[in-house]
T-cell receptor, first 113, second 114 residues
Framework: QKEVEQNSGPLSVPEGAIASLNCTYSDRGSQSFFWYRQYSGKSPELIMSIYSNGDKEDGRFTAQLNKASQYVSLLIRDSQPSDSATYLCAVIPFSGGYNKLIFGAGTRLAVHP | SAVISQKPSRDICQRGTSLTIQCQVDSQVTMMFWYRQQPGQSLTLIATANQGSEATYESGFVIDKFPISRPNLTFSTLTVSNMSPEDSSIYLC???????????FGAGTRLSVL
């Protein structure tokens, strides 16, 4: 079982719709969760961090965390073509011992006009 | 967030040679990290570099192949040694943002080995 799993996509949504990206993780003791956005040929850019159960909103982005289900998601409201990128879920597992980020394979999002 | 400068941004190298990648941060940071992103893949941690101690390597990565230096709190280097075409990847450094275990990434080095 992979430590962090994501659907590779592509996830195709029309402009203005809500894009829902999902991620599951295997280490139940994980405490820190991140969503990064990576445009083609660029480095990852932090979108959201979340540490406790529930929702965290920042502009058009909402991160949701459910530790009991070992599940973290990212919602993008009013999706724009500029949101088209690969979204990487990253987790710091309890067993890491230090700030070791484990990345999922990423979900490619395509927002079409 | 920290400003991270990584160079070179890209290079084309011959097999059997070595390349040293530099990562410079505009503020002092405790932890710096080196990742590899192979074509079409996600990021894999190579090693963690703390100032004043040996780097900690992840499973599958060894010091002889990827020696790392961390001479001070703002700078680190990663060397890719005795390169083969399988080393063709993007190499990224990141730094601990100082709160919430957040990491920020440099622009990356795109390496092609012929």
């Amino acid at each position: 079982q992979k430590e962090v799993e994501q659907n590779s996509g592509p996830l195709s949504v029309p402009e203005g719709a809500i894009a829902s990206l999902n991620c599951t993780y295997s280490d139940r003791g994980s405490q820190s969760f991140f969503w990064y956005r990576q445009y083609s040929g660029k480095s990852p850019e932090l979108i959201m961090s979340i540490y406790s159960n529930g929702d965290k909103e920042d502009g058009r982005f909402t991160a949701q965390l459910n530790k009991a289900s070992q599940y973290v998601s990212l919602l993008i409201r009013d999706s724009q073509p500029s949101d088209s990128a690969t979204y990487l879920c990253a987790v710091i597992p309890f067993s890491g011992g230090y700030n070791k980020l484990i990345f999922g394979a990423g979900t490619r999002l395509a927002v079409h006009p | 967030s920290a400003v991270i400068s990584q160079k070179p941004s890209r290079d084309i190298c011959q097999r059997g040679t070595s390349l040293t990648i530099q990562c410079q941060v505009d503020s002092q940071v405790t932890m710096m990290f080196w990742y590899r992103q192979q074509p079409g893949q996600s990021l894999t941690l190579i090693a963690t570099a703390n100032q004043g101690s040996e780097a900690t390597y992840e499973s599958g990565f060894v010091i002889d192949k990827f020696p790392i230096s961390r001479p001070n709190l703002t700078f680190s280097t990663l060397t890719v040694s005795n390169m083969s075409p399988e080393d063709s990847s993007i190499y990224l450094c990141s730094v601990d943002g100082g709160y919430g275990n957040i990491q920020y990434f440099g622009a990356g080095t795109r390496l092609s080995v012929l």
